[in-house]
């Protein structure tokens, strides 16, 4: 995830254990993705797209789509 769950972590002032609180995961999965140990697996895509606070949709397709993520888990 080239750093962006640390640098989102960091920004949000948030422990590696809060972190994992939030995404639904183990501190030591945390650990492991921040140091490029393992990669999200395809089950986590959308929890940490949430929590970096992304819009997985280009922009030309946002405004056509309203998708409830916290529906999602």
């Not at 962006?4 to 994992?20: E, F, M, N, P």
Request: proline letters at 5%; one cysteine or more; charged letters at 25%.
């Amino acid at each position: 995830m080239d750093g962006h769950i640390r640098s989102r972590r960091l920004d949000l002032k948030l422990l590696q254990r809060q972190a994992a609180d939030q995404i639904g995961v183990d501190e030591a999965t945390i650990t492991n993705w921040e140091f490029y140990t393992s990669l999200p697996s395809v089950l986590y895509i959308l929890t940490i797209i949430q929590f970096l606070s992304l819009d997985p949709l280009p922009p030309e397709c946002s405004d056509r789509y309203d998708f409830d993520y916290s529906r999602v888990r």
